[in-house]
T-cell receptor, first 114, second 110 residues
Framework: DTGVSQDPRHKITKRGQNVTFRCDPI?????LYWYRQTLGQGPEFLTY????????KSRLLSDRFSAERPKGSFSTLEIQRTEQGDSAMYLC????????????FGPGTRLLVL | SQKIEQNSEALNIQEGKTATLTCNYT??????LQWYRQDPGRGPVFLLL?????KEKRKERLKVTFDTTLKQSLFHITASQPADSATYLC?????????FGTGTRLQVFP
């Protein structure tokens, strides 16, 4: 399967712990996006990469959040000192070069902070 | 500020009928609009893109309209089936990213 994959699919952690999620995009896609989705809401943009460059970050992305895409391939999203409000589905999507291109989403990582 | 509104109430329709979902937006002048389908516990899946100079676009049983004067897009599923039950999201471009609506849950019952 050559779709977008995310790991882990589910994560339960205690408040104050750090968590890291991984996203593997479709191989020829230059753009990679991270979104957060809570129940009853649409995906909210967090950040995106064009190859290895992080080009935009949402104001939603506090300094506890950091994302990397070191070689322009897979990406990681780290949340430090998790809070209960961080509980959500974290979605990764990839596309070719422009925002107009179809975004292909992964299955998401569901985070629960106790 | 920009706003995208989709009916937050679920739409329940009988199999075989046409489902019509609405996406309204304010303070936007998007060059195009996209519709996605999302099943519970899964990521959204792209369905259709319609550009501002296109009034209507079709794909199999799906039809999308885009009225830039009314700032509205309508999404139709004809001859609906229980398998069409899902949440449908509209998305508009803003700078270099997509902004999604809250989605409308469609339930098609036999």
């Amino acid at each position: 399967d050559t779709g977008v994959s995310q790991d882990p699919r589910h994560k339960i952690t205690k408040r104050g712990q750090n968590v890291t999620f991984r996203c593997d995009p479709i191989s020829e896609h230059n753009r990679l996006y991270w979104y957060r989705q809570t129940l009853g809401q649409g995906p909210e943009f967090l950040t995106y990469f064009q190859n290895e460059a992080q080009l935009e970050k949402s104001r939603l992305l506090s300094d506890r959040f950091s994302a990397e895409r070191p070689k322009g391939s897979f990406s990681t999203l780290e949340i430090q000192r998790t809070e209960q409000g961080d509980s959500a589905m974290y979605l990764c999507a990839s596309s070719r070069s422009r925002v107009e291109e179809t975004q292909y989403f992964g299955p998401g990582t569901r985070l629960l902070v106790l | 500020s920009q706003k995208i509104e989709q009916n937050s109430e679920a739409l329940n329709i009988q199999e075989g009928k046409t489902a019509t979902l609405t996406c309204n937006y304010t303070n936007y002048s998007p060059a195009y609009l996209q519709w996605y389908r999302q099943d519970p516990g899964r990521g959204p899946v792209f369905l259709l893109l319609i550009r501002e100079n296109e009034k209507e676009k079709r794909k199999e049983r799906l039809k999308v309209t885009f009225d830039t004067t009314l700032k509205q897009s309508l999404f139709h599923i004809t001859a609906s089936q229980p398998a069409d039950s899902a949440t449908y999201l509209c998305a508009l471009p803003h700078t270099d990213k997509l902004i999604f609506g809250t989605g409308t849950r469609l339930q098609v019952f036999p």
